[in-house]
């Protein structure tokens, strides 16, 4: 145990298990009242009581062991939640202790898809891997603006396209300088369809930041081209759709069907939507993109559904810090989002995915026009996107789909 005035001398992660199954001492009068606080804190946003016992449980172990009036170490919580086998809301917990300024956030963790590409890179021969990882941090945003950085997600996908052609390519030359169009041509050409395109995608990346950093003298990919097959809208069956609100339950369930079916809402439009961007005296909602923002003017249904789902939101979290439209129990003593699985899972009951949904709607509005900037202004997708669907709904047009 952790006495008062006692000094840390180095940081370790600490091992919690022997602790769990310890008998502890009773708690002093600090910890309880940090206990009582904790209690009605549960209260007030509605916690059932099994959660609140188990989180409860956590803290009290950590206050006991650590002190009650310290600053505890989110890393620390997280790791005797899990010795704990706890199925408590320690999100909730970790709010709590920061809103008292009692809380050291957790040390950010590398991505895992960072960590892949690190690995990745550091098994090719040096110089490759010089010039592979030249190639990433071009991608990153060293030297180009930030906003533009391209995930790790992404560029480990690039790897997963290319292992093989650069496997072949490490054990016949010593640098990608060495790589000519034709190594390229019959790296594509070794696979077919969507393989064959994303792994021509990822070849003119390499090649072309390469080509930048001027450490090859000709980009081999100048001039390849994969023709994709294009995957056009297509439209749910109609016993599918029907009905589609009445076999929901819950008010923020049947909001959500709404979005997607009558709006062409997409998942991370609803996530990311605030009570600020609820316009109730003018039924609209605003929907903030990176690329600008769209307008939703809610018809008579969806503005009932919204209008029931705020006072349900009311009436379950009224001390709520989440500036979000959409809460669960999980999020409603923080600040974040829900996850996207729970939109997603939403749709689930009916039979149907969100994308489904979306995409049968922006498609029906489509057979009733042929004007591709009347779908721009009505769902806020781009000219591309409206141009796809106005060719599905009307093939008589003609013309190349748009990329």
Same mark, same amino acid.
Not at 22 to 36: I, K, Q
Not at 83 to 103: T, W
Not at 215 to 225: A, E, I, K, S, Y
Not at 368 to 374: L, M, N
């Given at each position: 145990?952790? $006495?008062?005035?006692?000094?840390?001398?180095?940081?370790?992660?600490?091992?919690?298990?022997?602790?769990?199954?310890?008998?502890?001492?009773?708690?002093?009068?600090?910890?309880?009242?940090?206990? !009582?606080?904790?209690?009605?804190?549960?209260?007030?946003?509605?916690?059932?009581?099994?959660?609140?016992?188990?989180?409860?449980?956590?803290?009290?172990?950590?206050? +006991?062991?650590?002190?009650?009036?310290?600053?505890?170490?989110?890393?620390?919580?997280?790791?005797?939640?899990?010795?704990?086998?706890?199925?408590?809301? +320690?999100?909730?917990?970790?709010?709590?202790?920061?809103?008292?300024?009692?809380?050291?956030?957790?040390?950010?963790?590398?991505?895992?898809?960072?960590?892949?590409?690190?690995?990745? +890179?550091?098994?090719?021969?040096?110089?490759?891997?010089?010039?592979?990882?030249?190639?990433?941090?071009?991608?990153?945003?060293?030297?180009?603006?930030? $906003?533009?950085?391209?995930?790790?997600?992404?560029?480990?996908?690039?790897?997963?396209?290319?292992?093989?052609?650069?496997?072949?390519?490490?054990?016949?030359?010593?640098?990608? @300088?060495?790589?000519? !169009?034709?190594?390229?041509?019959?790296?594509?050409?070794?696979?077919?369809?969507?393989?064959?395109?994303?792994?021509?995608? !990822?070849?003119?990346?390499?090649?072309?930041?390469?080509?930048?950093?001027?450490?090859?003298?000709?980009?081999?990919?100048?001039?390849?081209?994969?023709?994709?097959?294009?995957?056009?809208?297509?439209?749910?069956?109609?016993?599918?759709?029907?009905?589609?609100?009445?076999?929901?339950?819950?008010?923020?369930?049947?909001?959500?069907?709404?979005?997607?079916?009558?709006?062409?809402?997409?998942?991370?439009?609803?996530?990311?939507?605030?009570?600020?961007?609820?316009?109730?005296? @003018?039924?609209?909602?605003?929907?903030?993109?990176? %690329?600008?923002?769209?307008?939703?003017?809610?018809?008579?249904?969806?503005?009932?559904?919204?209008?029931?789902?705020?006072?349900? @939101?009311?009436?379950?979290?009224?001390?709520?810090?989440?500036? $979000?439209?959409?809460?669960?129990?999980?999020?409603?003593?923080?600040?974040?989002?829900?996850?996207? *699985?729970?939109?997603?899972?939403?749709?689930?009951?009916?039979?149907?995915?969100?994308?489904?949904?979306?995409?049968?709607?922006?498609? *029906?509005?489509?057979?009733?026009?042929? *004007?591709?900037?009347?779908?721009?202004?009505?769902?806020?997708?781009?000219?591309?996107?409206?141009?796809?669907?106005? $060719?599905?709904?009307?093939? %008589?047009?003609?013309?190349?789909?748009?990329?």
């Amino acid at each position: 145990m952790q $006495h008062a005035g006692q000094l840390t001398v180095f940081e370790t992660e600490r091992d919690w298990r022997p602790l769990v199954s310890a008998l502890l001492p009773s708690s002093p009068p600090s910890a309880m009242a940090l206990l !009582a606080d904790f209690a009605r804190h549960a209260t007030e946003h509605r916690w059932s009581q099994p959660s609140h016992e188990s989180t409860a449980r956590v803290l009290r172990m950590a206050a +006991i062991w650590l002190g009650a009036d310290t600053t505890f170490r989110e890393d620390d919580l997280r790791a005797l939640n899990r010795a704990c086998h706890s199925a408590g809301r +320690i999100n909730g917990l970790v709010a709590f202790l920061s809103q008292r300024g009692q809380l050291l956030p957790a040390t950010p963790r590398r991505n895992r898809n960072e960590a892949f590409v690190q690995r990745t +890179i550091a098994a090719f021969p040096p110089r490759i891997g010089d010039e592979l990882g030249t190639w990433v941090r071009a991608l990153r945003g060293s030297t180009r603006s930030h $906003h533009l950085a391209t995930d790790y997600g992404s560029i480990r996908r690039y790897l997963v396209y290319l292992a093989t052609p650069l496997a072949g390519w490490t054990s016949s030359y010593t640098t990608l @300088r060495q790589v000519t !169009a034709a190594d390229v041509t019959s790296a594509v050409a070794a696979v077919k369809g969507s393989r064959a395109h994303e792994r021509a995608v !990822a070849l003119r990346s390499l090649f072309r930041a390469l080509k930048h950093a001027k450490l090859v003298f000709v980009d081999p990919t100048r001039g390849l081209h994969v023709t994709r097959r294009e995957l056009l809208p297509s439209t749910l069956v109609r016993d599918r759709l029907a009905g589609l609100l009445d076999v929901s339950t819950g008010p923020a369930n049947r909001l959500v069907l709404a979005l997607a079916a009558l709006h062409a809402t997409n998942g991370t439009d609803l996530r990311n939507l605030t009570l600020s961007d609820v316009l109730l005296t @003018r039924r609209q909602l605003l929907i903030r993109r990176p %690329h600008g923002r769209h307008i939703v003017h809610l018809d008579d249904t969806t503005a009932a559904l919204l209008h029931a789902w705020l006072r349900c @939101r009311h009436r379950r979290w009224p001390r709520t810090v989440d500036p $979000h439209l959409l809460i669960t129990q999980q999020t409603a003593s923080t600040t974040d989002p829900v996850c996207t *699985d729970y939109i997603y899972k939403r749709f689930t009951p009916a039979g149907v995915t969100l994308r489904a949904v979306r995409a049968d709607r922006i498609l *029906d509005e489509a057979r009733e026009t042929e *004007d591709p900037v009347h779908l721009v202004r009505v769902f806020g997708i781009s000219v591309t996107t409206a141009m796809k669907y106005i $060719h599905t709904a009307h093939p %008589h047009r003609g013309g190349p789909i748009p990329r």
